[in-house]
């Protein structure tokens, strides 16, 4: 960037470069995972993932932060406040709605 901010021809080359090798890593890592779980299948040994959560919503409702969560909401604390103040990200405190039933507006 100059003085102005604004992109310079070497800054853009960067950038582009920088980009370029970001997405031949994703597909080199990507690439390696699936040969190794062809690997595990041909081993007998990958089951993939299992669908769903096994937690029992009581269990779920009971853990430390979702407490926090619960308590927060209810006196009226906005999403974002609560991913400021429990360091969440604002899919948990979604999350946390949803499985308890909660209406989101």
Do not use: W
Not at 57 to 65: R, T
């Amino acid at each position: 960037m100059d003085g102005n901010g604004n992109q310079t021809p070497m800054t853009g080359l960067l950038v582009n470069l920088l980009s370029s090798l970001s997405e031949f890593q994703y597909h080199q890592t990507r690439e390696k995972t699936l040969a190794g779980i062809e690997q595990s299948k041909l081993l007998g040994k990958y089951k993939g993932r299992k669908v769903g959560s096994v937690e029992s919503l009581d269990k779920f409702k009971s853990k430390p932060q979702n407490l926090k969560i619960k308590e927060m909401l209810e006196s009226g604390v906005g999403i974002r406040k609560i991913c400021r103040i429990l360091d969440c990200s604002p899919n948990t405190v979604y999350s946390y709605k949803k499985k308890v039933g909660m209406v989101t507006v």
